[in-house]
């Protein structure tokens, strides 16, 4: 088997330090209402589909989320890790018809993200929340394309945590 046969597993993650609780922070994180977060030009011209909504069914480990996009995808995300206000990861599982990049398919093409999480820790200047993924790459384009998926999802994370700051801070008002 020669390199572009298999797989590659890689990592990415980004930080933000919030000013609120924890409880309401875990809140966004498990019940995202991304619908109102300003969607970047570049993420749709790149055939990124807009995230709406992402709600937990059934809380826990062995439970789910439902992240839906702007395409009719969704995740059906399984609770790997459920500590209340702490962490939480969970496996994305895209339904057959999430594509990106106008055609490469999440859950059977090159590059496929396996799992994802959150973990908020205290911070001299308020909670830091980090959002993490665990992302494949498989075969020649993979291997060609590892710097634009992993570009992708480290500017994808970065707009998350922005869009949950934003509503941390409407909240309060």
């Known amino acids: 088997m020669s390199f572009f046969e298999g797989y590659t597993t890689k990592y990415v993650h980004n930080t933000i330090v919030l000013h609120a609780d924890s409880s309401d922070i875990?809140?966004?994180?498990?019940?995202?209402?991304?619908?109102?977060?300003?969607?970047?030009?570049?993420?749709?011209?790149?055939?990124?589909?807009?995230?709406?909504?992402?709600?937990?069914?059934?809380?826990?480990?062995?439970?789910?989320?439902?992240?839906?996009?702007s395409n009719n995808a969704k995740f059906h995300q399984e609770i790997l890790e459920w500590e209340l206000h702490k962490k939480y990861r969970f496996k994305f599982n895209p339904t057959n018809n999430f594509k990106v990049g106008h055609f490469m398919n999440l859950s059977n093409g090159p590059f496929q993200i396996q799992t994802g999480g959150y973990e908020l820790h205290e911070h001299q200047n308020g909670i830091q929340l980090i959002l993490s993924s665990n992302y494949k790459l498989q075969g020649i384009l993979g291997a060609l394309m590892h710097l634009p998926f992993r570009l992708v999802v480290y500017f994808f994370q970065r707009y998350l945590l922005k869009g949950i700051k934003m509503n941390l801070k409407s909240n309060k008002n």
Do not use: D
């Open 26 to 69: 875990w809140n966004e994180i498990t019940n995202v209402k991304v619908g109102n977060f300003k969607f970047p030009m570049l993420f749709s011209l790149v055939g990124i589909p807009k995230p709406l909504s992402a709600e937990v069914i059934k809380k826990g480990v062995g439970g789910y989320r439902v992240a839906s996009f």
